[in-house]
């Protein structure tokens, strides 16, 4: 009687153990989500192949740089969220695209390693596609971007920057050269219509084009900032850029009049590896990515005390971090991971949920406008995910027990 009585109280005792942890569970819980749809782009390939770059093309289409040889573009469009491919052959194994842009919703930009320059239509038929091919740099294009006046600017491992205009005609189309004494990183346009540039022994000039040509150049900052991180050029409201002090360290510029002489802010992001992203909130801050995860910056904190929030559930490396329509932050490690973040809940209830990604090292993220994520592995393997369609959340009312 005594062995049975110990056993039926072992038995309530785990029971009871169980459905409080289940309870537990169901009040602390996250989102839940799953992946709508997977494709590889490698599928059929004998000899597997990456992804070497992906911008936003419109709404629900994506646009991607394969092999460093095919711009291939993925619609989303489809209710099912599987995207249809429309592979674009661009590249040669000689000849390698080396950057791709979005110029409105039906046209993108690419930049290829001979300096050539080529502007696609994908309104029109296959064919006729091509709607312009700038000639004028002599080595590969880094960077092309465009302007607010509906002019491009394009930066080269040949030391220029050059501004295009596709109204003007043949022959005629480059409209400005400006230069650096080493290869030009990035460029950006700052909110007032003015140039930045970084070159890859870290100086930052500032230009005006509506200057005659001799004094175009307002500004030339020395900002010690290294090549590594050389696409880390961003520019900020109020005429703010972010340039890398090193691998671990950024600095802000303040470029409206009178021009520093040295930085408004410096930010130790991360002491341990290298810095791989930075990305700037809808509300002003900056989120950095490093081995030491994910951080938030607030600029207008004082110094010493920018760093609002750290966010490190994750276990390996991140690379990448995107903000979705709904607010929510999405960062991809790997460690095979996707997280979900909600900054505007307290610090230890804004990690939202985790999604498993196929990709064996890392990816890119993609946030689309219908609060759809997409993730796109170094290998090829594209998954998507639709925030809108939650499983279930483990709450009270509608736990699950485990």
Known sequence: MLRYMNKVGFIC???????????????????????????????GLEEKENVNNMVVLSDKRVALVFAHKHIKVLDFSEADCQPSVITLSQGTEANQIKTLMPLNNQQLVSGFADGTITVLDLSKP?????????????????????????????????????????????????????????????????????????????????????????????????TDAVSELKSLLLPLTRGRVVTCFSVKVVNIWDLSEPYPEKPMATLIVSENESLKTLTELAD????????????????????????????????????????????WLASCSEDGTIKLWNLKKSYEKQ???????????????????????????????????????????????????F
């Open 13 to 43: 005792l785990f029971s009871f153990f169980y459905v409080g942890m289940s309870l537990f569970h169901c009040a602390f819980g996250h989102y839940f989500y799953p992946s709508v749809a997977t494709l590889d782009l490698n599928s």
């Open 126 to 222: 296959g064919q006729e596609q091509c709607v312009a091919t700038l000639k004028g740099h002599s080595d590969w294009v880094v960077a092309v971007i465009p302007l607010s006046d509906g002019r491009l600017a394009s930066a080269s491992v040949d030391k220029t920057l050059k501004v295009w205009d596709l109204s003007r005609p043949v022959g005629e189309k480059c409209v400005a050269t400006l230069r650096h004494d080493e290869w030009v990183a990035a460029v950006r346009q700052l909110p007032d219509g003015r140039l930045a540039s970084i070159s890859t022994d870290g100086v930052l000039k500032v230009w005006n084009l509506n200057n005659p040509r001799g004094e175009r150049c307002l500004a030339t900052l020395t």
């Open 284 to 327: 002003g801050r900056l989120v950095s990515c490093a081995a030491n995860g994910v951080k938030v910056w607030d600029l207008n904190k004082p110094d010493g005390k920018q760093c609002v929030t750290t966010l490190n559930e994750h276990t390996g490396l991140v690379r990448s971090v995107v903000q979705m329509p709904n607010g």
């Open 351 to 401: 990690w939202m949920g985790t999604l498993d990604h196929d990709g064996t090292t890392s990816g890119s993220l993609v946030a689309l406008p219908n609060n759809r994520l997409v993730f796109l592995s170094h290998e090829g393997v594209v998954e998507v995910w639709d925030l809108n369609k939650l499983v279930h959340r483990n709450l009270f009312g509608r736990c699950i027990l």
